[in-house]
C-alpha cells in the first residue's frame, strides 16, 4: 500500500511506539492526526515532524472516553475530509499485588487499552464501509498467557487480539482491513518501569520500521521480533504446571513447595 495522501489516525503518539511511528509515517507524505491526552509532548512531536510535513497536526484525546473519540474523528473530518487509516497504539500497564489489589487500574487498563480501542470502531466503520479503511490495533505477544503480576496487561491484550481478530473477518466484505501488532519487548516509558529481565528488547525506533514496513504490506498480523514470537508459542503449549513453574521464575514468585 501506498501511504502517499493517505489521512492515518495515531494513538499514543506523544510518547514510545507511537511516537516513533507518527515519525517514521511522516516521510511518507501521509496526513496525520497525533492524538494523546498530555499536550506538551504532543505538542513538540507535532513541532518536529511539521518540519519534514506540514500535514502533521496534534490533537488531545484521552481514548478511555467515548466522547473524545468521537470529536477528535469528526474534528479529523473536518480538517482532512476523510480518514482512511487509525492506528490504534494508545495502551497503559499496571503491575497487580496481591497486598494492595485495586480494580481500579482494572478499569483503566480496560478502558485504555480495550474500550480505547473498540470506540474508534464504532465511530469509523461507517466511513470505512463507504470508502474502504484500515484499522492497526497494537495488541501484544504477552496476549497467550496470563503472566503473574501483569494479569491485568494480559487480560487486556488477549481481548484486543481476539476482537481484532474478529472484526479482520467481519469487515473485509466492506474492504475494511484489520491489522495485529504483536510487539515483544520494546525500550519505551511502558517497560522502563519493569523489574523483570526482558528477552530482546528492541528500540522503540526499530520495532516503528517493522510496523510500518507491515502496514504497507498490509500483513494481518505484524509481529516482532522473531524470537519472543517463537518464545511466545512454546509458551502457549506449555503444560500447566510447567508453565507456572517458568511464569514463577521470571516474575520472581516463590511458589510452595510441591506445587
Ligand atoms: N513497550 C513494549 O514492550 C510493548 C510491547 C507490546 C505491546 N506494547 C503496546 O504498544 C503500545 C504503546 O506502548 P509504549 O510501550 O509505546 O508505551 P508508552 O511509551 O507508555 O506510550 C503509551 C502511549 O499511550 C498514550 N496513552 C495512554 N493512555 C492513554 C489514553 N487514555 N488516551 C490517549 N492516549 C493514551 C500515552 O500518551 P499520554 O500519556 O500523553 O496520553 C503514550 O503516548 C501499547 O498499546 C502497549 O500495550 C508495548
Not at 42 to 49: G, V
Not at 70 to 97: C, M, P, Q, Y
Not at 160 to 172: A, D, G, H, N, Y
Not at 220 to 228: A, S
Amino acid at each position: 500500500m501506498n501511504l502517499k495522501d493517505k489521512v492515518i489516525l495515531i494513538t499514543g503518539a506523544s510518547g514510545g511506539i507511537g511516537r516513533e511511528l507518527a515519525k517514521v509515517l511522516a516521510k511518507e507524505e501521509c496526513k496525520i492526526v497525533l492524538l494523546a491526552r498530555r499536550g506538551p509532548e504532543l505538542i513538540s512531536i507535532e513541532s518536529e515532524l511539521k518540519l519534514i510535513n506540514p500535514d502533521v497536526f496534534a490533537m488531545k484525546c484521552d481514548v478511555s472516553s467515548r466522547q473524545n473519540v468521537k470529536a477528535v474523528v469528526h474534528l479529523s473530518r473536518e480538517l482532512f475530509k476523510k480518514i482512511d487509516i487509525a492506528i490504534l497504539n494508545a495502551g497503559v500497564s499496571f503491575k497487580t499485588d496481591p497486598n494492595n489489589f485495586d480494580s481500579t487500574l482494572a478499569e483503566e487498563i480496560f478502558d485504555t487499552n480495550v474500550l480505547g480501542v473498540i470506540y474508534f470502531f464504532e465511530e469509523l466503520i461507517p466511513e470505512f464501509k463507504k470508502n474502504g479503511g484500515m484499522f492497526v490495533g497494537i495488541s501484544s505477544l504477552a496476549d497467550g498467557r496470563g503472566f503473574p503480576k501483569s494479569g491485568l496487561y494480559c487480560a487486556s491484550k488477549a481481548a484486543v487480539t481476539l476482537f481484532l481478530e474478529s472484526q479482520r473477518i467481519e469487515l473485509k466484505p466492506f474492504n475494511i482491513k484489520v491489522l495485529t501488532v504483536k510487539p515483544g519487548f520494546v525500550r519505551t516509558a511502558m517497560t522502563a518501569k519493569n523489574e523483570f529481565k526482558m528477552p530482546f528488547l528492541m528500540d522503540a525506533e526499530k520495532a516503528a520500521k517493522i510496523i510500518l514496513k507491515g502496514i504497507k504490506k498490509e500483513k494481518r498480523i505484524i509481529q516482532f521480533p522473531w524470537q519472543t514470537v517463537l518464545g511466545a508459542k512454546i509458551l502457549k503449549l506449555m503444560p500447566d504446571f510447567l508453565f507456572d513453574k517458568f511464569a514463577a521464575k521470571q516474575r520472581k514468585i516463590t511458589l510452595p513447595k510441591g506445587r
